[in-house]
């Protein structure tokens, strides 16, 4: 499923491989990347559970799924475009039924 405007993330990091581009080291990059942006997020995360789960003492009765838009600039540095709070499951093509 490698054709058309949407890819899967294993598409594109075969296809840098295939242009001979570290692959490894783009994926690297962008996992710090949205690494980053969960740590600049975490206080206000953090608040927002604990004021809907304020007897939750061990934090363990829910989860935040986060869908992150991400692009590579020419020089391959991953830019974050979007971070969406409620992402779409919605599936219009095989390829978002296979990934969501």
Known sequence: MDIGHKRSLSSILN???EMNQDSDEIWTNICAIIT???????????HT???CQPDNIQNNMCF???GFDVMLDSDLKPIILEVNYTPSFTTDTP????IK
């Open 95 to 98: 390829l978002d039924l296979q």
């Open 64 to 66: 935040e799924v986060l």
């Open 36 to 46: 980053k942006t969960l740590i600049s997020v975490q206080p206000i995360l953090a």
């Open 15 to 17: 296809k840098l491989k």
């Open 49 to 51: 559970y604990r004021s």
